[in-house]
Structures are given as C-alpha cells and as structure tokens.
C-alpha cells in the first residue's frame, strides 16, 4: 500500500500543475497571447529525477509535451515513475517572455 505521505506528494503536485493550467487557460483567452510553460524541478535531494533536473530551463508551447512525455508535473496520463512523489512545479510564461529570455527557444 502507498504511504500517506506518497499519495499526499503526487495528488498536491497533480492539484498544483492543474489548476495553473486553468489559470493559463484563462489568462490566454483573456489576452490572446502565445503562452509557453517552465517545468521546475522540486530541489528533492532525496529522490533527484535527472530527467525533470533536465527539463528545466526548456520552454515549450502550451500545448506541447515536454521531453519526458507528459503534459504537465503529475500528468495522471504519465507512468508512476514519472509522477509517483514528484514535487516539480510549472510556470506558464508568455511567448514575449521567452523572446526576451529564451529566445534560441523560438
């Protein structure tokens, strides 16, 4: 069985990285800007995924899956052990944002 802590961990994340989604969804529509989103991973010395550690600093469009084939940290659609106590946060930024500081990305 799952430790309490486990489930509490992943289901956080899932709730976290949704309702920014929302946020983005609504913050799209109202403006009519290109968004782009962030994965940041958790810091998590104890369970370091070095592949969400890579993820960082590569920004992609809203609607795009990022390197490791999930939509958003704790993408329910994602195996376990991409989403099993991951603590990564999202960030959604504008496409003039990523113009300004990440622009090789465009």
Known sequence: F???DM???TE???ANALGK???AEDWQ???GQELWKLWFHSGNPREPRNNHIALQ???IRKEDLFANGLIRPG???GPPSETVRCGCTLVFISRDYVARYYPKFL
């Open 2 to 4: 799952p430790s309490h």
């Open 7 to 9: 489930v509490a961990i």
């Open 12 to 14: 956080s994340t899932r």
């Open 21 to 23: 989604e929302r946020s």
């Open 29 to 31: 529509r109202e403006t």
């Open 57 to 59: 600093n590569q920004p």
């Open 75 to 77: 993408d329910p659609a």
